[in-house]
C-alpha cells in the first residue's frame, strides 16, 4: 500500500512554515557507504534565526505491515494516555513529579520497533516512555513508577517518573543529570567490541552477541553537554555499535535550540565525525522515523561505526508539570506545534489509507484509556517501600570486603627482594588480571605504547608513574589502553563496560584532575546500585594518585580533597601508607563487588621506609581494618596516608621526652575501622587525629565528632587534629612546608596534648 499525498508537514505548510524541499538520495543506498543526507534543514539568516522544519518525505512511499501499523499506532496513543494519567494523577495530589513524552513518540516507537528488547542495550533519557512501552514495558510497570510503588522495576520507588531502567529488557538504569548516559552508552557498546577482541571473556562472561546494539538519546540541550562530544569522538573512534538519537523539540526547558547551538542545527555540528552515519528526519513522522531508525540499526549492526539520528519533533506539553511554557512561548507557535501532533495525525493516516475505519480506531483507544484506569487503579493500591529499606543497597549486599573472607593478612608469607608501592601495585594488578580476564586498565598514559609497532622498540610508558608498565605488554592492547585526555570519559565508560560484567580498573592521572568526572563518580557511579534497587551495579576501581610532599608539586599536584569522596554513599575508599598494604587492599578492591576509589600517594611510591616484599597471589586486607603500627600509652594518633610516617617521627622523638604515643593507622576510609578508634581511645584516654587535607571540613572533623558523642567519658583531654591550613598547596618549598603538616606539628600537637 502507497501513500499518494504527502501528509506530514501540511498542517505546517498552511501555517506559512518555509520549507526547503531538497532532493534526496536514493532511499534504497547501502548503509555501509557514506552516511547520506537525506534531508536539510534550512535556516533564516540572522543570529537569532529559527529552525524551520526537516523537509518531507517522497509524495509516494510504501506503508509497512497493516499489523505493525496499528501496533505502533497503539503504542504511541498509549504512551499519550499514560503521560495524560500521571497529569491527572498529579493535579489529584496522587504522585509527586510528571515529565512527558508527548510530541515524541513517533520517532520513540519506531526506535523500539527497529531495536530487539533484552538483545540490544537501551540508555534512553526521560522522554523516552514510547520507546520502553514498545520494548514490552508495561503501563502497570510505568505507573507503579509514577506513584513510587516497591513493586516499581525501574527503581522500586526511589527514583523520579520516567527515570527508565527496566534489568529484564536490558533498560540500564538513568538518572536525571543530563548527558550522563552518553559515556556509558558507550562503555556498554565498547564492552561487547573488547569481548570479541580477548578470547578469554567468551569462556566468562555470557550473554554476548556479535550484533547487538546500544541505543542512546539525548534532547537537544543536552548536546551542549562536553560528554556529548566525548560519546561521540571515542564511539566514531572505536567504530563501536552505539545508535545515538537526538530529539530535537526545539527547547531545552525554556531555552530554545537557537540559542543552546551555534547555528541552531546540532547534526551539521557533528557530520564530520569519522564513521559517524548521520541521518536526519521528521520524528513526529512513524513511517519515515521508522525507516530512517531501521537504516541506522542495520549500519550499527554490520560493525560500521556509530549512527546518529537527528529527528525533529515537538513538544505539546510544557517541559514537566513544575514548568509553564506559556511563560515563553507565544500561542501562535505552540498552535502551529500542536497541528504536527504525531499521534493525531498518524490516526488520520491510517483513516485516510484504509489501513483501519474510524470505528475500529475508537476501539483500540477505547481499548488503552480501560487499560491505562485499570493499571492506575492497580498502582494505586500498590505498596510503597517500607522506610526501614532506606539503607539496602548502598553496598552490595552478596559481597562483604569487609568480611574475614577477604582477610588473609595474619598468615601472609613474603618473598624475593624488597619492592617498593609502585612494584607491589604493579603485582598485584599482573597477578589479579591473570587471574580474571574481565580486568580491564585504561586512563591517560597508562598503556607501554599505543602505536604497537614500536613497542619492541621503546622502553614504554606505562603511567606517569610507571604503575602499569609491562602490562600492555603482558597482556595486550584489547586489556590495557589509552584513554583520551578525558576524566570523565574514562569513568564513564567504565561504568558501562562494569554493566555488562568486566571489571575496569583505571587510573586518574592525578587526584587534581578527577573533578571532571565527578558528575560521572557522583551521579552515577556511586548510585547506580541504589537508585536502581539492586537491579544494576558498576563495580569498578578507580586507582588515583594524590597528596603532596613533592617538591615543585604546587596548586594542581598535590591536593588531598578526600572528605568530598568519602560523603558519597556508595563508594569505597581506601587509602594505604605503605607497599604491602598497597597491595592487600587493592586485591580486596579488585574482588568486591562495589566501585572503590583507591588512592595511591605520589610521595609514598618509591619511599624506602614502606618498602616489603612481595606476598602471595591471595594475599587480602578487608576494608575496615585498621593496623596499629606503633604500640603506646600516654596518648593515640588516628591517621591515614603520609601522615602515618611523619606521625612515626614525631613519637620517636617525642618518646625521648617519656611520652608514650601509640599510632592507628586506619588504611581504608569508607568504612573506618570504628572498632580500633574505640579501643585505642578507651586506653589512652587523650587523642589526635591527623591528615594531610585541610583543617576545616575535614574528615579528621568527622572522627572527631563521632569520638566526642560516643566516646566522651573516656576522654581526659580535648581531642586535637593536626592537619594543613584552608589553603592550597605552593610551589615555593618553604611556603608548601608551611602549608602540609609535618612531623613538628604532630610533635607540638603531643605535648601540648600530653600537658593538658
Known sequence: ??????????????????????????????????????????????????????????????????????????????????????????????????????????????????????????????????????????????????????????????????????????????????GTQLL???????????????????????????????????????????????????????????????EDNGYAISVPVEVQTAGGDVSRLVENFPSLYLQRCDGTDPIESLETMRRAVDYCRRRQGPAFVHAKVIRPYSHSLSDDEKLYRPDEERAGEAERDPVKRFGALLIDEGVIDQDGLQKIKDEVDREVNEAADIALASAQPPKESAMEYVFSPDVDPTSKEFDTEDRVQLSGNAGTMVDLINRCLETEMARDPRIVVFGEDVADCSREQYLQSVKGKGGVFKVTANLQRKFGSARVFNSPLAEANIVGRAIGMATRGLKPVVEIQFFDYIWPAMHQIRNELALMRW?????????????????????????????????????????????????????????????????????????????????????????????????????????????????VQRSLVAAKQMEQEGISVEIIDLRSLVPFDWNAIAETVKKTNRVIVAHEDSLSFGYASEIVARISDELFEYLDAPVKRVCALDTFVAYAPQVEDAILPQASDVAKAIADLKAY
Not at 504512551?79 to 496522587?94: C, V
Not at 567468551?202 to 556479535?210: A, C
Not at 576501581?541 to 613533592?550: A, F, I, K, Q, S
Not at 591471595?618 to 601522615?643: C, H, N, Q, W
Open 1 to 178: 500500500m502507497s501513500i499518494g499525498v504527502n501528509p506530514w508537514l501540511k498542517p505546517a505548510m498552511n501555517n506559512d512554515t518555509k520549507v526547503l524541499r531538497l532532493v534526496r538520495k536514493s532511499e534504497t543506498s547501502s548503509t555501509t557507504e557514506a552516511p547520506e543526507r537525506e534531508a536539510e534543514m534550512g535556516m533564516a539568516p540572522g543570529p537569532t534565526s529559527m529552525p524551520v522544519a526537516f523537509a518531507p518525505r517522497p509524495a509516494t512511499h510504501e506503508l509497512p505491515d497493516q499489523n505493525l501499523l496499528l501496533e505502533m499506532y497503539r503504542t504511541m496513543y498509549l504512551s499519550r494516555r499514560l503521560d495524560d494519567k500521571e497529569i491527572q494523577l498529579k493535579a489529584q495530589n496522587r504522585i509527586f513529579f510528571q515529565i512527558s513524552g508527548a510530541g515524541h513518540e513517533a520517532i520513540l516507537t519506531a526506535a523500539g520497533v527497529a531495536l530487539k528488547p533484552a538483545y540490544d542495550w537501551f540508555y534512553p533519557y526521560y522522554r523516552d516512555r514510547a520507546l520502553c512501552l514498545q520494548l514490552g514495558m508495561t503501563p502497570l510497570e510505568q505507573l507503579l513508577s509514577a506513584v513510587a510503588a516497591e513493586a516499581d522495576p525501574n527503581s522500586h520507588g526511589r527514583q523520579m517518573p520516567s527515570h527508565w531502567g527496566h534489568s529484564k529488557l536490558n533498560i540500564v538504569s538513568q538518572s536525571s543529570p543530563t
Open 184 to 246: 556509558q552508552a558507550v562503555g556498554c557498546a565498547e564492552a561487547s567490541y573488547r569481548y570479541q577482541l580477548i578470547p578469554e571473556l567468551q569462556k566468562r562472561i555470557s550473554g554476548f552477541k556479535n550484533d547487538e546494539v546500544t541505543y542512546v538519546s539525548l534532547g537537544d540541550g543536552t548536546s551542549s553537554q562536553g560528554e556529548f562530544w566525548e560519546a561521540l569522538n571515542t564511539a566514531s573512534n572505536l567504530k563501536l555499535p552505539v545508535l545515538f538519537l537526538l
Open 531 to 643: 537508585r536502581s534497587g539492586n537491579e544494576w551495579k558498576s563495580p569498578l576501581v578507580m586507582r588515583v594518585p594524590v597528596g603532596g610532599y613533592l617538591k615543585g608539586g604546587a596548586v594542581y599536584h598535590s591536593q588531598s580533597g578526600v572528605s568530598t569522596f568519602t560523603q558519597i554513599p556508595g563508594l569505597r575508599v581506601v587509602y594505604p601508607s605503605n607497599a604491602l598494604d598497597a597491595n592487600g587492599l587493592l586485591r580486596t578492591a579488585i574482588r568486591c563487588d562495589d566501585p572503590v576509589l583507591f588512592l595511591e600517594h605520589k610521595h609514598l611510591y618509591r619511599q624506602a621506609y614502606n618498602k616489603s616484599q612481595y606476598p602471595t597471589n591471595d594475599f587480602m586486607i578487608p576494608f575496615g581494618k585498621a593496623k596499629k603500627v606503633r604500640e603506646g600509652k600516654d596518648l593515640s594518633i588516628i591517621t591515614y596516608g603520609a601522615l
